[in-house]
């Protein structure tokens, strides 16, 4: 079979195609036919040295994947050869708190990823899909769909009726949008594009601002809610956005702390932070319980994921080299097996 492996970081022009032997099941695991893998932007954080984590080269990346079981070893009673399925972020979070060793056992980092013809994974680290969720949906649900997901729930979920705030377009912050929505609550948007404000508002968000042209955002999102502030912050920025996260959070509300996509700033202003009276939950994707509730939402069909690019798998380095572009919208998926009709 025919994988990827980022030989050396530095960029995406030594991630090379190696031929390699079919991987086999051995028990307790299944063989997975890969058809989809979508991208995260992790998976480009990680070659070009943004992400905070050491991470070492050698490996096959991504995390997100579809497919189907094409083998299954001993003692696997819960799958079945022709199962259709996604993989977990986390292979072994079953439930409950974080196990300690979770880093260090994350897809491109203390193992092998998705990026491969085949892949034989233990049969709890992959979860069923039904039949009409096409591949290249289903496999941006690992990550991106289940980290929104976890951060509207949570120990004190969101309600109809309540504000959150979504940053940006990325692949987190539009399942936000969507899954808030389905939930019945009011979604404020930010974005740095007419273009993409046009697409929030055609998928409900009820108020979008441009935060390069309103560097207040914060500000403006509160008085959008007529003063008591929002009540739930997807913060997908860090360090950069925090100040203005800050200043929308309604008192005792929750800002749940997911990326670093603006690095502009490097410390958080403790007096800001104090005042601002914020529960912050930092989130971790979200265990393997969390994905079946977001493939359970999904597949009840008011969601559609937002693909925006499809790559086939001999041009998987344009499809890294599109992500980490910035100028997209949506999820970029790269096309593995050649089923027809993913
Ligand atoms: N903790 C977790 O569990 C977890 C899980 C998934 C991802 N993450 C992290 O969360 C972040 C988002 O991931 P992603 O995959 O959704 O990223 P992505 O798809 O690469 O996001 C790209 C988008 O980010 C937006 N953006 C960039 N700078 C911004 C800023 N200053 N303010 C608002 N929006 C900004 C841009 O939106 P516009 O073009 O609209 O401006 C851009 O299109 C990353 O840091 C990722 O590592 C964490």
């Known amino acids: 079979m025919r994988c990827y492996r980022f030989d050396a970081f530095g960029g995406f022009d030594h991630l090379n195609v190696h ?6 099941a051995r028990p307790g695991e299944v063989v997975v036919r890969v058809d989809a893998v979508s991208l995260n932007f992790r998976d480009v954080a990680i070659p070009t040295g943004r992400h905070p984590a050491p991470h070492d080269p050698g490996l096959v990346p991504t995390s997100d994947a579809a497919g189907e079981v094409v083998e299954v070893g001993e003692g696997v ?18 439930g409950g708190r974080p196990p300690a060793t979770l ?4 897809y491109g980092r203390g ?3 998705w990026l491969a013809e085949f892949k034989a994974v233990g049969s709890e680290s ?5 039949a009409h969720l096409p591949a290249v949906d289903a ?20 309600r109809p009726g309540q504000w959150v705030l979504t940053l940006g377009t ?12 389905a939930a019945g609550a009011r979604v404020i948007s930010t974005t740095s594009s007419e273009k993409k404000a046009e697409l ?17 955002w914060g500000l403006t999102a509160r008085r959008l809610t007529g003063g008591a502030g929002v009540d739930r912050i997807v913060e997908v920025g860090g360090p950069g956005t925090m100040s203005q996260s800050m200043a929308a959070i309604a008192p005792d509300a929750e800002i749940a702390l997911v990326g670093f996509l603006d690095g502009s700033k490097s410390s958080i202003d403790f007096g800001e932070l104090f005042r601002s009276s914020a529960h912050i939950r930092q989130v971790r994707v979200g265990d393997r319980q969390r994905l079946q509730e977001t493939v359970a939402a999904v597949s009840a069909g008011s969601i559609k994921p937002v693909i925006d690019s499809l790559f086939p798998f001999g041009e998987a380095v344009d499809a890294f080299r599109r992500l980490d572009s910035g100028d997209l919208t949506g999820k970029v998926v790269i096309s593995v097996s050649n089923k027809k009709g993913l």
């Open 19 to 24: 031929e390699e032997p079919d991987p086999q």
């Open 77 to 94: 009673t819960a799958l079945a050869i022709g199962d259709r399925v996604i993989s977990a972020f986390h292979p072994r979070w079953f």
């Open 103 to 106: 880093a260090a056992e994350q």
């Open 111 to 113: 193992r092998d990823g």
């Open 126 to 130: 992959v979860v069923k899909i039904p």
């Open 139 to 158: 496999c941006t649900l690992p990550c991106a769909a289940t980290t929104a997901w976890t951060c509207l729930g949570g120990p004190d979920p969101v």
């Open 170 to 181: 990325g692949g987190v912050s539009l399942f936000a949008v969507q899954l808030a929505k």
């Open 200 to 216: 929030l508002s055609g998928m409900g968000a009820d108020a979008v601002i441009n935060y390069l042209e309103d560097p207040d």
